[in-house]
């Protein structure tokens, strides 16, 4: 009974790996893992740089292929988010040059006999009469990144203890940042 | 004629009248009749990127108009509309037509969605759709996504656990609610290719619905292999590429929250 149905079931089966390997969907041969034609590739032991080597191979087909690349920049909607996101790039980048720059000015600018110092550099500037946009525009230009980036730093600790990710609170956060940077700078640079 | 015929047709004003109230019968409303029958239409265009593989041009933008009083209401209606009536070479990927199988993704006015699931806006400014954003192009509005499907088949996105069970794998209430929000993604790839850092970096960074489903399976409390999982993405750029931009959350059509889950992974990395 049990050997006949046994039989029967190897009988089945038989019959079904044939049809698969007449009709080109199982290969005869047992299974034998593809060799690479890299070196690299085929003494790549992790999964990572197997992973790494796929997708080198994807962009490569892609490239030669002439494919375009769909565009990304220019249709993408600004958003709080993103927009929020390159500020806060774009004001640490600020902050650096102003730090570095400012500093190596001062180091080695005027030593000697034409010393200067920070008092006399002021009174230079308000000698020259610019309207009254040019120093607010040249001062907002520093205070603003410092307060941006600083408010926006806050918000940055607080992602990294894993709160405050809900959409409506990303948006209120976000809101509350801009409002408080341009809060802070504003009225000290008038 | 007939009894039943002759019943019918002294049944017939009723019949009109209870129907439809425009078409009434009388001559002279004739003149009105064509106009209230009709409405207005209201055409809108729907400005496609287009490609051809076949030709060496340069992709392009072709302006279709459509009239959304003979249209269904999704933006995928407005495609297929437009693929039957008006250029039948307008080539896209769609298949549920209901938001679950995440096939029409598509950048619409500048988002990434779902065709399937976005309603087109009843004003006349022109709608603009364009494949998702940064990826290769196979034709039209159809992107190559087979370097999405690799990064995902990295994460290993089934449970493994090899401990002998004699039974089901027992998960409790607590356990699997953390799993709410994390195993609705249908890979739809909107995420990934809103995120400028994915942008800049599809080759070696994962995007965020890959590692969204990482974490699904870190979070998963039947699954036994986290360390490896954890260690598996320790490097600088399979994580570390995301700054919390949360373009990704803002676009996901499921509602989402990649963003949230990889704060979550780089919690958990802080312990491998």
């Known amino acids: ?190 | 004629m007939g009894r039943a015929t002759h019943n019918m047709l002294r049944a017939l004003p009723a019949f009109v009248a209870q129907s439809v109230r425009p078409f009434r019968t009388s001559a002279p409303a004739f003149e009105n009749l064509k106009e209230s029958a009709e409405p207005k239409a209201n055409i809108k265009n729907f400005k496609i990127y287009r490609w051809d593989p076949e030709t060496n041009s340069k992709p392009r933008v072709q302006t279709y108009p459509v009239d959304l009083n003979k249209c269904g209401p999704m933006v995928l209606d407005a495609l297929i509309k437009i693929k039957n009536e008006q250029d039948t070479t307008l080539t896209f990927r769609r298949s549920c037509r209901e938001g679950i199988c995440g096939s029409c993704a598509m950048n619409i006015d500048g988002t990434n969605t779902l065709a399937c699931l976005c309603f087109i806006p009843k004003d006349a400014t022109p709608m603009k759709i364009y494949p998702l954003p940064h990826m290769y192009i196979i034709k039209d509005l159809v992107p190559d996504m087979n370097n999405f499907y690799d990064q995902h088949k990295y994460v290993q996105p089934w449970l493994q656990n090899n401990e002998p069970a004699e039974a089901e794998l027992l998960q409790t209430k607590d356990d699997r609610k953390k799993l709410d929000g994390l195993y609705e993604c249908i890979l739809c790839a909107c995420c990934s290719t809103s995120c400028p850092s994915y942008w800049w970096n599809s080759d070696k960074y994962l995007g965020p619905a890959v590692l969204l489903q990482a974490y699904r399976w870190i979070a998963d409390s039947r699954d036994k292999a986290k360390t490896q999982r954890l260690q598996d993405l320790q490097d600088d750029f399979k994580v570390y590429r995301c700054h919390t931009i949360m373009n990704c959350t803002k676009t996901c059509p499921k509602h989402l929250n990649p963003g949230k889950a990889i704060a979550e992974i780089k919690k958990e990395m802080l312990n491998v």
């Open chain 1, 1 to 190: 009974g049990a050997t006949l149905a046994r039989q029967h079931m190897l009988s089945r089966q038989h019959t079904l790996m044939r049809t698969l390997v007449r009709n080109g969907l199982v290969c005869s041969q047992p299974a034998v893992a593809p060799q690479s034609t890299n070196a690299l590739e085929r003494f790549a032991s992790t999964r990572a740089d197997k992973q790494a080597a796929v997708a080198r191979d994807f962009f490569e087909k892609n490239e030669k292929s002439g494919r375009p690349m769909s565009p990304h920049l220019t249709i993408y909607s600004p958003q709080l988010t993103s927009m929020l996101s390159i500020t806060h790039r774009g004001t640490g980048i600020a902050l650096t040059c102003a730090i570095y720059g400012g500093s190596i000015y001062l180091m080695s600018a005027h030593h000697g006999a034409n010393a200067t110092d920070f008092t006399t550099l002021v009174e230079g500037i308000k000698a020259m009469q610019l309207p009254a946009a040019v120093p607010f525009v040249a001062k907002m230009a520093v205070t603003f990144p410092m307060m941006f980036h600083s408010f926006n730093g806050v918000r940055h600790l607080a992602w990294d203890s894993g709160k405050g990710f809900e959409m409506k609170k990303l948006y209120q956060t976000g809101w509350v940042v801009l409002a408080l940077a341009i809060g802070t700078s504003a009225p000290l640079c008038i």
